[in-house]
């Protein structure tokens, strides 16, 4: 699994819940290391070992945890250049949607070996929409789903997000547009603006 993997859930943990929990939950994964280096890769047992740790460590269900690294990824502070990069999927929340499809080979445009699971948007009409989310690392539609409830705000969309169910690597959302102008969204600029 590629290192910045791995280094989200370290900064999503020790951001969200200090760094003793996140020495706490490698201590239970049984690594013998406390950082992720992000250009590197590991095994691939390693990150759900790492995710059931933890979700122990913070006594929470493993979906529950990965729907807030979701969150974390487009929301917090220290992540801000990935929901920029998001943003550049469209104007509006249907667009973001239909640029979903696109992701991993935009991920691997700026890290060459960085492989993000398969994604597939299904249209059923204008305002239903099912999310195909194919990962070795079970989970990872609830990752999509902390980034969709955000983004959705960020847009200034109403939308009803349903994990629908897993199977054979495949994990499917069910998304519901409600009001796609519900409210007024965050503001985007095209440039980055200096602190």
Not at 123 to 143: E, K, M, N, R
Request: glycine letters at 8%; charged letters at 25%.
């Amino acid at each position: 699994m590629h290192g910045l993997i791995n280094r989200a859930i370290q900064c999503f943990v020790t951001d969200s819940y200090g760094a003793d929990k996140w020495v706490e939950a490698t201590r239970v994964a049984d690594l013998d290391f406390v950082e992720f280096e992000a250009m590197l890769t590991y095994d691939d047992d390693i990150t759900p070992a790492l995710l059931d740790a933890v979700s122990d460590v913070l006594d929470r269900p493993r979906d529950e945890v990965m729907e807030d690294i979701g969150t974390y990824l487009v929301s917090h502070p220290n992540v801000e250049a990935l929901r920029r990069l998001l943003r550049f999927g469209g104007v509006t929340f249907v667009e973001f949607l239909h640029s979903l499809d696109d992701l991993p080979d935009r991920a691997r445009l700026a890290v060459s070996d960085l492989n993000l699971p398969r994604i597939e948007l299904r249209d059923h009409s204008p305002t239903q929409f099912s999310l195909i989310c194919q990962s070795p690392v079970a989970g990872y539609g609830h990752v999509m789903m902390g980034i969709l409830r955000t983004m959705a705000d960020d847009y200034g969309t109403l939308a009803m997000l349903e994990h629908t169910g897993a199977g054979n690597g495949v994990e499917t959302i069910s998304v519901s547009l409600i009001e796609t102008e519900f409210a007024e969204g965050r503001v985007f600029d095209l440039g980055a603006r200096a602190s």
